[in-house]
């Protein structure tokens, strides 16, 4: 039997489509497809990006475009990391490749002037980059001194593992992103 937390995400999407209302609901579609279709633009016209499938909704997926002015991912990720932004990385898995997520909410078009010009900078940071390889020593590393501020060879690492470790070990990095001085229960 399930307890009230399955709940949870349905009763705070009730209260914010009965707080915004019908109007302000559209409005937020209208504001989170407009910027979505502002970075598509943005990331289909730099070197070395390609994204990932036919964006629907408010998720961008881009990858690597093989060449000589390919992005890595991963080092795109850790280059938007420094103009302020953050975008998810997502190892490799079966036939998909790694790939930086960048989620699009209605706060994106607050910022989207600011979002495009580091996206580019970053782009051009990263092109032409060697990709980030496993370092199994970092495991030590971070459970001696935690995450490094670049999380490139970590992801890196983490998507070499083996499936049956990989999991726990993913969880073990987001709970250091979340919670870095381990003070959450």
């Known amino acids: ?95 998909i490749p790694r790939s930086a997520h960048l989620t699009v909410t209605p706060v994106t078009a607050d910022v989207i002037d600011d979002l495009t010009a580091a996206i580019t900078a970053a782009a051009e940071a990263a092109r032409g980059k060697p990709a980030p390889q496993a370092n199994l020593a970092l495991v030590e590393q971070i459970a001696a001194e935690g995450l490094p501020e670049n999380l490139a060879e970590v992801m890196a690492t983490l998507e070499a593992l083996p499936p049956e470790v990989a999991p726990g070990a993913l969880v073990q990095v987001l709970a250091g992103l979340i919670d870095p001085e381990g003070s959450l229960p």
């Open 1 to 95: 039997m399930l307890g009230s937390r399955s709940a949870t995400a349905l009763a705070a999407a009730w209260a914010v489509i009965h707080r915004l209302g019908m109007t302000g609901y559209r409005g937020a579609v209208e504001r989170i497809a407009a910027a979505t279709d502002h970075l598509t633009r943005t990331l289909a016209g730099l070197p070395g990006l390609r994204i990932v499938g036919e964006p629907f909704g408010p998720l961008i997926a881009v990858a690597s475009d093989p060449g000589p002015d390919a992005v890595d991912p991963f080092n795109f990720i850790d280059a938007l990391g420094e103009h302020g932004f953050l975008a998810q990385a997502q190892p490799a898995f079966r036939n």
